[in-house]
């Protein structure tokens, strides 16, 4: 299992943009399914978005597409989640997730993962947007 580092959070208003990087430490990030997750208080964790092994194998929560956007760089060993037009619905901490398995991946893609399709977790890193 990986151990993963977020960055990023913080506080902004509402419309706001910010950006979370993922990384791994110690390890490689390359044939990891990677994703993200939210978890607002009181509420379930949430998948966000995840993204496969390129920038355009990824796939979004209705709530946040075309807002949000996943991306990846190998070369850096890290991921990314660029949001914009952010909202007070999402505020939560938001946790990076990967795995290696190729049923991650298949679900990934379709669209259909979940939290306990991933082995490895980072402690996460909030964000409240708020006026």
């Known amino acids: 299992q990986l151990q993963l580092e977020e960055s990023g959070g913080g506080s902004v208003q509402p419309g706001e943009s910010l950006r979370l990087s993922c990384a791994p430490s110690?390890?490689?990030?390359?044939?990891?399914?990677i994703a993200w997750f939210r978890q607002a208080p009181g509420k379930e964790r949430e998948a966000v978005a995840c993204?496969?092994?390129?920038?355009?194998?990824?796939k979004y929560a209705d709530s946040v597409s075309g807002r949000f956007t996943m991306s990846r760089d190998n070369a850096k060993n890290s991921a990314y989640l660029q949001m914009t037009t952010l909202e007070p619905e999402d505020t939560a901490v938001y946790y990076c997730?990967?795995?290696?398995?190729?049923?991650?991946?298949?679900?990934?893609?379709?669209?259909?993962?979940?939290?306990?399709?991933?082995?490895?977790w980072g402690q996460g890193t909030q964000v409240t947007v708020s006026s």
């Open positions: 997730a990967a795995d290696r398995g190729l049923a991650t991946l298949a679900r990934c893609l379709a669209g259909a993962f979940a939290a306990q399709d991933f082995g490895s």
């Open positions: 110690g390890s490689s990030f390359n044939y990891y399914t």
């Open positions: 993204i496969g092994d390129s920038n355009d194998r990824t």
